[in-house]
């Protein structure tokens, strides 16, 4: 699976931005896929995943109710769309893929990395 994220950009703080991760590969739809993101100087940190099956969908406390995740499995392609966007929201995003729908706010559990998206939120 390739996973190619896009969608990033400069917002000013309260705004929004909708993320997309275009995969390629017929199993996407196997896979639990998820959105990480990496702050200049401090460790990668789980966003937000969701399930192929159900989908079940699971987000990190800071973002939760401001973040949606979503999934097209018809377009391979998730979504993270972003409301009442913070300067602390200023981070390289990151989709990823993993083959299981347990531990998936660690990172260790997804195999498939796309490159980053830079999102930036000024105040």
């Known amino acids: 699976v390739q996973l190619q994220a896009s969608g990033g950009g400069l917002v000013q703080a309260g705004g929004s931005l909708r993320l997309s991760c275009a995969a390629s590969g017929r199993a996407f739809s196997s896979y639990t896929m998820g959105w990480f993101r990496q702050a200049p100087g401090k460790e990668r940190e789980f966003v937000a995943a969701?399930?192929?099956?159900?989908?079940?969908?699971y987000y990190e406390d800071s973002v939760k109710g401001r973040f949606t995740i979503s999934r097209d499995n018809a377009q391979n392609t998730v979504y993270l769309q972003m409301i009442s966007l913070k300067p602390e929201d200023t981070a390289v995003y990151y989709c990823a893929a993993a083959p299981t729908q347990y531990d998936i706010s660690y990172s260790n559990r997804y195999i498939y990395w796309g490159q980053g998206t830079q999102v930036t939120v000024s105040s």
């Open positions: 969701i399930t192929w099956g159900g989908p079940k969908t």
